[in-house]
T-cell receptor, first 115, second 112 residues
Framework: GAGVSQSPSNKVTEKGKDVELRCDPISGHTALYWYRQRLGQGLEFLIYFQGNSAPDKSGLPSDRFSAERTGESVSTLTIQRTQQEDSAVYLC?????????????FGSGTQLSVL | GENVEQHPSTLSVQEGDSAVIKCTYSDSASNYFPWYKQELGKRPQLIIDIRSNVGEKKDQRIAVTLNKTAKHFSLHITETQPEDSAVYFCAASIGGYQKVTFGTGTKLQVIP
C-alpha cells in the first residue's frame, strides 16, 4: 500500500482479555516503531525494530506487552490480560531513512478501549 | 533517558498572527529535532526538522530554532491560517540510537 496500515482501527475488549494489534509498514521500510498515545497526551515510545530484531524494547510498560516482526514486514503488538489503563491509541511508524529515527511515517493508529 | 518538555499545551491565535511553540530536552547528546503535525483524526506527519549543527531552518511559513547551550528548540509559524490548526509535537533523538522521544504536544487553534 501507499502508507503504513494498521488494523484494527478500533478495538473494544474486556479487562483481562488479550489483544493483538497489527502494523503493515511501507514496503521497503526497514525500521518500525510502536508508540502509545493516551487521550490528550504525547507519544510514548514502546519499541523499535530494525528488520526483525528489536534493539530497543525499553518502552514496553510491563511484561504483558510484547511485539514481534516478520522480516522487514508486518509487526504485531500483543497485550495480554488487558487493563483499563491500556486504553489508548497505538500508533505504528516506519522509516526508510539512512538514519531511521528521521522521517517517520505514521499509520492511523488502533484505538484500544478496555472496558 | 531523554526527557522532552513542550509548552504551551494549548495555544489560540488569530488568523494572520504568529504562533510559537517551545520545547526543552534533557540529553545533551541529542542531535536531531523533528516536529510533527497531527490534524484532528489523522496521523502525525513530519513538517520540519533540524540537526544540532544548525541554529535555524525555515520552510515557507514555518521555522525552527535551536539553542544547544540552553537545550531548547522552538517552532515558529508566521501568518497563521485555519489549516494550521492541529496538535504539534516536538521530538528529540540521538543519531545512532534510534529512539525518538516526543513532547506532550501543543494544540494550536487558529481563529478565523
Amino acid at each position: 500500500g501507499a502508507g503504513v496500515s494498521q488494523s484494527p482501527s478500533n478495538k473494544v475488549t474486556e479487562k483481562g482479555k488479550d489483544v493483538e494489534l497489527r502494523c503493515d509498514p511501507i514496503s521497503g521500510h526497514t525500521a518500525l516503531y510502536w508508540y502509545r498515545q493516551r487521550l490528550g497526551q504525547g507519544l510514548e515510545f514502546l519499541i523499535y525494530f530494525q528488520g526483525n530484531s528489536a534493539p530497543d524494547k525499553s518502552g514496553l510498560p510491563s511484561d504483558r506487552f510484547s511485539a514481534e516482526r516478520t522480516g522487514e514486514s508486518v509487526s504485531t503488538l500483543t497485550i495480554q490480560r488487558t487493563q483499563q489503563e491500556d486504553s489508548a491509541v497505538y500508533l505504528c511508524a516506519s522509516s526508510a531513512a539512512r538514519r531511521p529515527h528521521e522521517k517517520l511515517f505514521f499509520g492511523s493508529g488502533t484505538q484500544l478501549s478496555v472496558l | 533517558g531523554e526527557n522532552v518538555e513542550q509548552h504551551p499545551s494549548t495555544l489560540s491565535v488569530q488568523e494572520g498572527d504568529s504562533a510559537v511553540i517551545k520545547c526543552t530536552y534533557s540529553d545533551s547528546a541529542s542531535n536531531y529535532f523533528p516536529w510533527y503535525k497531527q490534524e484532528l483524526g489523522k496521523r502525525p506527519q513530519l513538517i520540519i526538522d533540524i540537526r544540532s549543527n544548525v541554529g535555524e531552518k525555515k520552510d515557507q511559513r514555518i521555522a525552527v530554532t535551536l539553542n544547544k547551550t540552553a537545550k531548547h528548540f522552538s517552532l515558529h509559524i508566521t501568518e497563521t491560517q485555519p489549516e494550521d490548526s492541529a496538535v504539534y509535537f516536538c521530538a528529540a533523538s540521538i543519531g545512532g540510537y534510534q529512539k525518538v522521544t516526543f513532547g506532550t504536544g501543543t494544540k494550536l487553534q487558529v481563529i478565523p
